[in-house]
Structures are given as structure tokens and as C-alpha cells.
């Protein structure tokens, strides 16, 4: 665990050096009180917390993705804890945003790994291809696979963002051609939090982060790792549609009476009944709508296995607890989900073979 | 002459996925590059079999920058399948979403990806460095923030159309999910005037009309204001006018298709020569591939990976061609096709400034259009045609992305996919080698890019590749 600690600033310099005013602090506190659904009383705990604790170092990685929760990511509608957050990120490591290249970014990943060993949390975006060895995935001349056993190695807490990290996604979808792998298979020894969702609600990435950061441990857990406090809830539990559901009313076709009524999608093949997400209270794109608001029934984009279930315009049958299908093993696996980081067991990995082109000169200085 | 070196270059950082390119140098200059795409991901393969109606919601996850493109471009398909065209009113929401999203990809290229370039301490010596730093150092520049939070705001109208982005599910090959209302349409008009406001105060310093009425490269001269006149300032002390200069052929499917017909056309334009485009000709070739099968037109191909990785190909990516030849396809092909004067003089230049004008030249065009395009929604109208699809049958979906040309092939039996071919704007550009040897647009765009004594990620070959703004998730999907 963390030894030289002192040398890490705390939140409050970084956020200072960034030019945040004391205020804007005071109200980033506040905000995030809010957002994680605490009292007020918790505000001045809250400052004492980024004022006095080091700030936490991230390492944010991508693997096999789309880029779309970065995408939603950056969009957040709290400009202030985006920015924070954000600024924080930029001291360490994305390969996405940041501004060196090619070997200096490698020597920035290596420099940031080893400087915070044991304190830093893996940010993880898409999942490693683990067939023909990795090679479906090649960051720096390595498989990412290498990189993400790499950097997960000293992590003190691993994210899995999005269903690509959490669960595999569409990559994933028969025949999973590259056998791609959520990050959980993979990395066995770490605590892992995972944020489902294809992307995730940008509120929800900067309220999980917010609060590991400032808390410097894990939000409590559902049954599949999952913050409860995102996803305790059934889209369906706070649909603004839901007295059309209790009422029978349903959209018949695309564009009908009904739809413009806005009516209940379940006959559209909404997924609201039985997918555990924010949507229906947090909203999208600044809480301006979310899916089912626009006309279509939520996919359930959140949950384990949601490309796999036939159509995606198919009815919802079972109303059952366990997400779309629930069978004896769904449950079992979920059941064990909840231990813990420590137990998956099938995560047996083919040694990798050497990484053909060994990308070696580490430089500094951009 | 000296012998060639090798160098190897990447990861690129700033660009959407993963991009490798390997280059040979001699004489401080590139005399070969080979691109690769080392990410490979198998969507072709995860279609076949499923309900054709399931590409809508998996095609979009290809890309999570360009996902209304990809679920644009299945919505066609599936349309062309069933033989229907969408509800008037319906097209026009889905063109007005798809416009925001490649205006939005547009401002972030230009503001996220490319300029951050100028910033790098080796320009620490040219007399434009201290403003680009200020403006727009990664992560911290004030032009990037102001960026980002425009485009936060016009993202607000897909919002309240789509329900989400990215990966929106709104759109349909009948139209669109969602009925605006009237009240929406005064709630989207205001958003649209905002970011014309930031437009015309930050990136172009000037009235949009303004600049869409130039017609010749030399009126860019006179051009003081806004951020582009401090790219155009760069531009000139580092000649990027006569950097990266590409084949000049260029290819656009059309933009934004109406009842009416599209509002940027499609077309070919080959050495200054304009020509009609038929998808007939193209032809993904494999020989530089790590790909099983022969060359095929979409229609016909296949995705069959090769495990092996053979050593005489480089690349996850095919190559297609058009009657035999690469083509460039991207904003400055597509306005240039569409024949406005200032773009078909750029096209002829064909450079990293006349891309990265040319890109801007698409954001203000887009701007006016889309204006244009709301005041023209009915509300009262119908947005949905119920579509049923046939059990048997093919279909193609043509589109543009932000960055370019991006066609869909559907083929449906027994009510199930039974081949999905998809080709995206970067596997055009950045495509390998042909049959011929013949490289890729980009490829051909680093040969003589200067490399100077010591630079191992070379400054000239960043601008290049990025003037080109791949997106290599959708390169080889």
C-alpha cells in the first residue's frame, strides 16, 4: 500500500492550481452532497476530506470499445464536478484526451503506475479480446490485455465503466468473435466497481468517481457490483409512463394515437420492467430526456447479457427480480458476484505468447 | 541517398481508437508509410443471424462518436430492404439529428484532436506558439472548454429527439420514435441560435454567411478573425498548404438525403472532374488484409479474420476501391462534390489545410442548413410509416459521416441476417494496399511528410493523419 504518500497534493491544491475559487469549491461540495444523496450536514465533511486527504491518482485505460463513455463522460451536466474531476484525471493518465503521443504517452502510463503504486484507481473502458492471444487489441505493440494486467497489478480499486468493461456489450454478442472479456474474468484480485450502461448516464460516472475519490473507498454494492445508489431502481419503478403501464394503455404502432399520447412502450419491447439504471430519474444529455421519453422502449443497455436476448423490439415476459432471464445459473452467478472481486474462478487465461513488436524506448518530455 | 530507417508510430493519442503506422524514412522525408488498424472487434460476424431489425440498436455501438451515422446508415438499409421510404416529416428529424452529431464531431476534431498539435513545445520558437498554447493546449486550453460546453448545448436537441446520445434508438427506417411538438421546435431553435452565436464569436470571429460566400483560396488571406484565422496564420508559416497532399480523387454517398433529394450531393470528383457515383464499383480488396476470402463487392464479401496475421499483410482493415481506384472521402470531398467554388479549389490543393478548411467550410454550411431544416418540420404531420420487412431479400444504406462515405449491406433470409458489410469513412482513407499496391489516401498523403533529425513521433506526420480525422473503431469494425 501507499508508502510516500506525502508527496501527493490534496484536492483542494489541485483544484486551487486549477482556479477554482473557495466558493466554487464550498458548491462543488455541496453538489456532490447532493448528487450522492446526502444530507447537507455531510458538506463540511466533505471539505474537510478534499482540504487535508491526498487526492486519489486515475489511470484511465481503453481497451475494446466504442469510446461512448468517455463520450457521455465529458458531457456531464455539472460543469464544475466535470471540470474537477476531469482536471484530476489529466494529472495522470487517458489516452484518449491527453496531449503527449505514441512513447511518451507509454513512459507517462509507466511513470504515472509507478509513482502511485497501490493508490491509484484503474479506470477501465472497454474489455480485452482474448483470443489469437490478445491480438484482436494492440495498444503500443502489446494486446491491451498485457496493459490492463499491467496497470490493474497496483491499482487499489478498479471501475469497470460501461457494459463493454462490466459485461462485455455487443463485442461480445454471439459468436463473440475476438472472445471479448469483461474486465472481472480477467482481473480476479481487485476490488471492481462496475458502472453498466451503453454508455453510462454521465451523472452516474461523475457521481461514482466523485465519491470514491472523496470517501477514498467504494460505494455500496448491489448484488452484481453495481453502486446501489445508481442502480437500486427498475427504470420502470420511476417511468413517468408507468400510470399508462397501470393503466393499460399501451403504444400499439410506432407513431400512433397512443404514441403521440405517450402511452406505455411495453408492447414496443420496452425493457423498463426489468433493467436496473438511473434513466427514468437522472435523464440524459443534462436531463433533457432519456430513451423511453423520446418514443422507444429502453433496451436494457445496462444489463449482463442485453445483446443476447433476441430482439430488442421482443415483449418482456418474465417480470422476475434477476434482470431479463432468470434461470437457476443467472442467479448463481449473480449470487456470487456479490462476495466479491476475489472469487470468479473462470478466468482461465492462455499464457500469453511474447508481444511481437516490443515498443521499447521510454523518453520523457513531450 | 540514404537508406531507408523504420520507424514505428503510435499509439496516436486524440484520435478515436487504436492506430498504428509504420513509416520508411529517408533523407529527413517519408518515402513509405503503412497504416494498421490493430483493432478488431467482429461486427460483421455478430450480425449474421440475428433479426434484421437488431442492426438498429448493434450497429450504433461500432462508434460511440459517429453512433446517429452508423444508425443512420442501418436505417437506410433496412428501408431499402423493405422498399420504403421514411415519413417526409420522420427524414427530416432524422437528418436534423444526424447533422448535430456530425456538426458536433466537427468542432471537437478541430478543437480536441487537431490544434492541440501546435501547442507542442517543439513550435515553441514560431511566432503564433504563445496563442495556440493559450488557446489550445490539451485538456487545457480556453478554446476547449468554451468547445466542449457548445457542443454540451447543441447536444440537447438530439436529447429531446433521441432520447439519449450517443446511441441513440429514435430513428427507424419509417421515420423517427419521437413527434416534436411545437414548443420543442422553439426549444430547439433556441439551442441552434446559441451555437450560431459561438460559432460566429470564437471559431470564426465573423457572420457565417460571411465565410460560406467565399470562392477562391486567396480570399483566405484576408481572413482575420475568429480561431480560424489563428489556424490559417499557422498554416502559412509551416506550409501546411503544401503538406500531406493526396491523390485528388475524392467520393461522397450525398449528405442528409430529403424528399427533395440531398442536401450535399453525391458524386465523385477525379482530378477536378466531377462524376456520377455508382456503388456497383466498389470493391474491398484483401491481398494487404488479415483477412480470409477474395475481393468482393460488399454485397458479396465476407469477414473471415486470419488468425495467423500473415506476414505479407499489415492490416485489420480492407481495402475498398471504387472502379479499381482509392478515393478520399470526408467533409472537404463532400462540399467539394456538392461544388462550392471555394471547396473545389481546396480539393485541388488537396492538403492538410484545405481538410481541415474544408471541415470548417461543412460546420458553418451545416449550420444554416439545419436552421433552415427546422423552420420546415410540420408538426402535425405523421414522423413514422409502419415498415414491415420481407422474410427474403438485400438492401444498402449510403450515408455521410462527419468523416466521410459510409455504406451499409444487408442481406436477409429466412427473416435473418445472413451478411452484413459495413464500409466506414477511415476504411476508405486509411485503407492498406490493393491488389496493385496501390496505398491507401492516407498512405499516399505521408509520402514526402518532413521527419526532423531525432523526432520519433514526427510533427508533420501528427498533422497529416490527423488532418484526415480517422475514426478507427469504424475502420475495421
Known amino acids: 500500500m501507499g508508502k510516500d504518500t506525502t508527496q501527493i497534493e490534496t484536492f483542494y491544491d489541485v483544484m486551487r492550481r486549477q482556479g477554482i475559487t473557495r466558493r466554487s469549491f464550498m458548491k462543488y461540495c455541496s453538489l456532490t452532497a447532493a448528487a450522492l444523496g446526502l444530507s447537507p450536514s455531510f458538506v463540511p465533511k466533505i471539505a474537510h476530506a478534499m482540504e487535508t486527504k491526498p487526492r486519489t491518482p486515475v489511470i484511465w485505460v481503453h481497451g475494446l470499445e466504442c469510446t461512448c463513455c468517455s463520450e457521455s463522460f465529458i458531457r456531464s451536466a455539472h460543469p464544475l464536478a466535470k471540470d474537477v474531476v476531469l482536471s484530476m484525471i489529466s494529472l495522470d493518465y487517458d489516452d484518449t484526451l491527453m496531449a503527449a503521443a505514441g512513447h511518451q504517452a507509454e513512459a507517462a502510463l509507466e511513470e504515472t503506475i509507478e509513482k502511485y503504486k497501490g493508490n491509484y484507481i484503474l479506470a477501465v473502458e472497454g474489455n480485452p479480446p482474448l483470443n489469437e492471444d490478445g491480438m484482436y487489441c494492440i495498444i503500443g505493440g502489446k494486446p491491451f490485455v498485457e496493459q490492463l494486467r499491467h496497470a490493474a497489478e497496483h491499482a487499489k480499486a478498479i471501475i469497470s465503466w460501461g457494459a463493454c468493461a462490466s459485461y462485455g456489450c455487443v463485442q461480445a454478442a454471439k459468436p463473440n468473435p475476438t472472445r471479448a472479456t469483461p474486465v472481472h474474468k480477467v482481473i480476479t484480485d481487485k476490488p471492481i466497481i462496475k458502472v453498466p450502461g451503453c454508455p453510462p448516464i454521465a451523472e452516474v ?61 411495453y408492447k414496443m419491447g420496452c425493457k423498463g420492467p426489468t433493467t436496473y439504471n438511473a434513466c427514468s430519474t437522472v435523464r440524459w444529455n443534462e436531463g433533457v430526456s432519456f430513451p423511453i421519453q423520446s418514443g422507444h422502449g429502453c433496451i436494457g443497455c445496462s444489463e449482463d447479457g442485453f445483446w443476447d436476448q433476441g430482439s430488442f423490439y421482443n415483449r418482456v415476459t418474465d417480470l422476475t427480480q434477476f434482470g431479463v432471464e432468470a434461470n437457476a ?38 | 541517398m540514404t ?80 422498399q420504403v421510404s421514411p415519413a417526409p416529416e420522420g427524414a427530416k428529424v432524422a437528418q436534423l439529428l444526424h447533422m448535430v452529431e456530425n456538426v458536433s464531431d466537427h468542432l471537437m476534431h478541430f478543437n480536441l484532436f487537431f490544434m492541440p498539435d501546435f501547442a507542442r513545445p517543439i513550435y515553441s520558437d514560431r511566432p503564433w506558439f504563445d496563442r495556440a498554447v493559450t488557446r489550445f493546449t490539451a485538456l487545457k486550453g480556453s478554446a476547449l472548454k468554451r468547445a466542449t460546453e457548445a457542443r454540451t448545448q447543441l447536444m440537447h436537441i438530439v436529447g429531446l429527439l433521441g432520447g439519449k446520445w450517443p446511441h441513440t434508438l429514435a430513428i427507424q427506417p419509417g421515420g423517427v ?3 416534436p411538438t411545437a414548443r420543442d421546435k422553439v426549444r430547439i ?43 490559417l496564420s499557422i498554416s502559412d508559416d509551416l506550409s501546411l498548404d503544401t ?41 474491398e480488396e484483401i491481398p494487404s488484409s488479415w483477412m480470409l476470402g477474395a475481393d468482393a463487392h460488399p454485397s458479396q464479401g465476407m469477414t473471415m479474420p486470419d488468425e495467423d496475421m500473415r506476414e505479407d499483410a499489415y492490416s485489420w482493415c480492407k481495402a475498398p476501391r471504387l472502379g479499381g481506384v482509392p478515393h478520399e472521402t470526408g467533409a472537404l470531398a463532400r462540399q467539394a462534390i456538392d461544388g462550392h467554388p471555394l471547396a473545389v479549389a481546396l480539393a485541388r490543393e488537396g492538403s492538410v489545410r484545405a481538410r481541415v478548411v474544408g ?29 414491415k420487412l420481407p422474410k427474403e431479400g438485400a438492401g444498402v444504406g449510403m450515408v455521410e459521416a462527419a468523416r466521410g462515405a459510409l455504406g451499409h449491406w444487408i442481406k436477409v433470409e429466412n427473416g435473418l441476417i445472413s451478411s452484413y458489410q459495413i464500409i466506414a469513412p477511415t476504411t476508405w482513407n486509411f485503407s492498406p494496399r490493393d491488389r496493385h499496391g496501390v496505398p491507401g489516401p492516407l498512405e499516399a498523403a505521408l509520402v514526402g511528410a518532413s521527419v526532423r533529425a531525432g523526432e520519433d513521433t514526427p510533427v508533420s506526420v501528427q498533422h497529416i493523419v490527423r488532418s484526415f480525422d480517422p475514426c478507427m473503431v469504424c475502420t475495421v469494425h
Request: charged share 25%.
Open chain 1, 205 to 265: 460516472m461523475t457521481g461514482v468517481i466523485t465519491y470514491m475519490l472523496t470517501f477514498d473507498r467504494m460505494p455500496e454494492l448491489d448484488r452484481q457490483g453495481r453502486p446501489a445508489m445508481f442502480y437500486s431502481q427498475r427504470i420502470h419503478d420511476k417511468c413517468y409512463r408507468r400510470p399508462h403501464f397501470d393503466a393499460g394503455q399501451f403504444v400499439e404502432h410506432w407513431d400512433d394515437e397512443n404514441a403521440r399520447k405517450g402511452y406505455c412502450l
Open chain 1, 329 to 366: 445459473d443467472k442467479v448463481g452467478m449473480v449470487a456470487a458476484g456479490v462476495v466479491g472481486a476475489g472469487v470468479a474462478a473462470h478466468a482461465a487465461v492462455s499464457a500469453l505468447k511474447a508481444a511481437q513488436r516490443k515498443t521499447q524506448d521510454k523518453k520523457e518530455e513531450a
Open chain 2, 3 to 82: 537508406d531507408a530507417t523504420t520507424l514505428l508510430v503510435g499509439p496516436f493519442n486524440r484520435v478515436e481508437g487504436d492506430l498504428e503506422i509504420r513509416l520508411e524514412v529517408a533523407d529527413g522525408r517519408v518515402r513509405a508509410a503503412y497504416a494498421n488498424s490493430p483493432l478488431f472487434r467482429g461486427f460483421e460476424m455478430i450480425l449474421q443471424g440475428k433479426g434484421p431489425m437488431d442492426a438498429l440498436t448493434i450497429t450504433p455501438r461500432i462508434c460511440g462518436i459517429c453512433s446517429i451515422s452508423q444508425s443512420m446508415a442501418a436505417a437506410h438499409a433496412l428501408a431499402d430492404l423493405a
Open chain 2, 177 to 179: 420514435t419521437y413527434a
Open chain 2, 189 to 231: 431553435g433556441a439551442d441552434l441560435a446559441a451555437f450560431r452565436s459561438y460559432l460566429e464569436e470564437v471559431v470564426f470571429g465573423a457572420p457565417l454567411e460571411a465565410f460560406v460566400d467565399l470562392t477562391q483560396i486567396e480570399q483566405l488571406s484576408g481572413w482575420s478573425s475568429g480561431d480560424l484565422a489563428l489556424f
Open chain 2, 243 to 283: 503538406s500531406g497532399i493526396g491523390a485528388g480523387k475524392y467520393l461522397s454517398f450525398g449528405a442528409y438525403p430529403l424528399p427533395s433529394g440531398p442536401l450535399f450531393q453525391r458524386g465523385i470528383l477525379c482530378d477536378g472532374v466531377a462524376g456520377l457515383l455508382d456503388q456497383r464499383d466498389i470493391v
Open chain 2, 359 to 387: 471541415r470548417l467550410l461543412e460546420l458553418a454550411r451545416s449550420q444554416i442548413e439545419m436552421e433552415r431544416l427546422l423552420a420546415s418540420i410540420n408538426v402535425r404531420e405523421p414522423f413514422m410509416r409502419q415498415v
